[in-house]
């Protein structure tokens, strides 16, 4: 190991004792600055990416828009703008971090993901804009605000729906699968488990339909939203893991710094070796070694990021149960302890010198 590195390994193993110590201390009860109006400099929201498609060969229909109204004609045929992202951005009226904060959600899933918690409490949005970030929260191609396509023309698949239990056990919160029961009081939840299970119905009504043919749709849109607002930090979970590894790739000169919550996608490998610039943390849960897919997902990722380590990139993993904390589930933005998880990937950006 050469010296530099070794320097680096001593560096990174006092930075994850500290978050382990504040991940001990960081359930103390909520201070002036969480309990304070949140003050912004500015908010909106736009639209970006897509491309033209012409549709032709359907047939025209005779539409009743509205009960007691006039049918009109709709030609399905001719040119739709398709695959553009909703963006939403929030400005902190007192910037401390040097860079954006981006939040990409993963499968089935949009931006909500970091917004209220299915038990009401604030998410990372607000953990984050209150810590002066600047953040910029994205529903991704085809999903909530930045719509769809009903033809194959344009998605080459259905949908993916799912069940009101399938999260519940594939999602590290029910005890695998037969977990999940509609009574509530009937469902195995894993022993000591920190996701608000009584709120679980409304992280349900969260869920939205999903395509498994939009990947470079998606990566595209991501594209363009980082040379539109970047030098920046991307925050990615699970699927999206796939789309900032990606775009980190293309332009690791703009994506200053990578945050991988649970990915459950990778990069391009042959590209791997590029993101030795690009800072990168990864997160992971509890439960994990009694999963039937996650350990050979955390095995993978972990592993994709070997080329940039060995070119001296910064790759730090924190695995959450190994520092003390435990219960978290695959959606730990949501847990109990969301903050303190928040409070951990805060840490680590003050030592990369993005934050204070």
Same mark, same amino acid.
């Given at each position: 190991m050469r010296v530099s590195q070794a320097i680096h390994a001593l560096l990174a193993g006092v930075m994850l004792a500290t978050l382990a110590i504040r991940g001990a201390v960081a359930q103390a009860p909520a201070g002036p600055l969480e309990t304070a109006p949140i003050a912004l400099r500015g908010m909106g929201s736009f639209h970006i990416g897509g491309r033209s498609v012409e549709v032709s060969g359907k047939p025209v229909k005779e539409v009743l828009f509205t009960p007691g109204g006039v049918p009109a004609k709709v030609d399905p045929n001719g040119v739709y703008l398709v695959e553009s992202m909703y963006v939403q951005y929030f400005l902190a009226a007192k910037r401390r971090a040097k860079l954006p904060l981006l939040m990409w959600h993963g499968g089935g899933l949009t931006g909500v993901t970091y917004e209220t918690t299915p038990d009401g409490r604030e998410g990372w949005l607000n953990y984050f804009v209150r810590r002066g970030y600047d953040i910029y929260n994205s529903d991704a191609v085809e999903r909530g605000r930045s719509g769809w396509s009903m033809y194959p023309d344009i998605f080459p698949s259905e949908p993916v729906f799912l069940? /009101?239990?399938?999260?519940?056990?594939?999602?590290?919160i029910g005890a695998g699968a037969g977990s999940y029961d509609p009574d509530p009081s009937k469902r195995k939840v894993l022993p000591g488990s920190q996701f608000p299970v009584e709120a679980y119905d409304n992280f349900v009504r969260q869920n939205v339909p999903r395509w498994t043919s939009t990947d470079k749709a998606i990566t595209a849109a991501y594209l363009q939203l980082v040379e539109k607002v970047c030098p920046c930090v991307v925050l990615v979970h699970s699927q999206a893991g796939?789309?900032? &590894? /990606?775009? #980190?790739? #293309? /332009?690791?000169?703009?994506? /200053?710094? &990578?945050?991988?919550?649970?990915?459950?996608?990778?990069?391009?490998?042959?590209?791997?070796a590029k993101l030795k610039d690009v800072a990168t943390l990864s997160i992971y849960g509890d439960f994990i070694d009694q999963d039937a897919r996650w350990p050979a997902i955390r095995k993978g990722g972990i592993a994709f990021l070997d080329p940039a380590k060995a070119q001296g990139g910064i790759v730090d993993v924190i695995d959450l149960p190994a520092i003390g904390i435990k219960g978290n589930s695959h959606m730990m933005m949501m847990d109990k302890n969301s903050d303190v998880i928040a409070g951990l990937i805060h840490d680590w950006l003050i030592k990369r010198g993005i934050a204070e």
């Open positions: 069940t /009101r239990a399938n999260p519940f056990e594939r999602f590290r796939q789309f900032g &590894l /990606r775009v #980190a790739e #293309a /332009r690791p000169d703009l994506v /200053r710094a &990578l945050v991988l919550v649970e990915p459950a996608g990778l990069g391009d490998k042959d590209q791997a």
